[in-house]
Nanobody, 124 residues
């Protein structure tokens, strides 16, 4: 497994931007695919975005397409999520996750490493 630590969450007004980071340490073969999920109380964990080791392949959830951009710096073993045009419905705890292979990317069940999460709150 790999250890994941998120940072960059906070409070922002609607229309604003935030940049989340996820630093990975440990067995890098377990973090070839990294992703962001988000969760609000009482709801299932929602897929946000994922990126392959090379950064060539990305995938986004429908609710964030065109507003969020996922990237990674393999030298720093860190993934980023640039969030623009934030809406109140983006309010959630954002978790990063990692897995070895690019398959079933939007399924939370197939990720074996998770961070503790960072809170993002968007006010109207």
């Amino acid at each position: 497994q790999v250890q994941l630590v998120e940072s960059g969450g906070g409070l922002v007004q609607a229309g604003g931007s935030l940049r989340l980071s996820c630093a990975a340490s440990g067995r890098t073969s377990s973090s070839r695919v990294m992703a962001w999920f988000r969760q609000t109380p009482g709801k299932v964990r929602e897929f946000v975005a994922a990126i392959s080791w090379s950064g060539v392949d990305t995938l986004y959830g429908d609710s964030v397409k065109g507003r969020f951009t996922v990237s990674r710096d393999t030298a720093k073993n860190t993934m980023y999520l640039q969030m623009n045009g934030l809406k109140p419905e983006d309010t959630a705890v954002y978790h990063c996750a990692a897995r070895p292979r690019w398959s079933n990317i939007d399924s939370a069940h197939d990720y074996d490493s998770w961070g503790q999460g960072t809170q993002v709150t968007v006010s109207s």
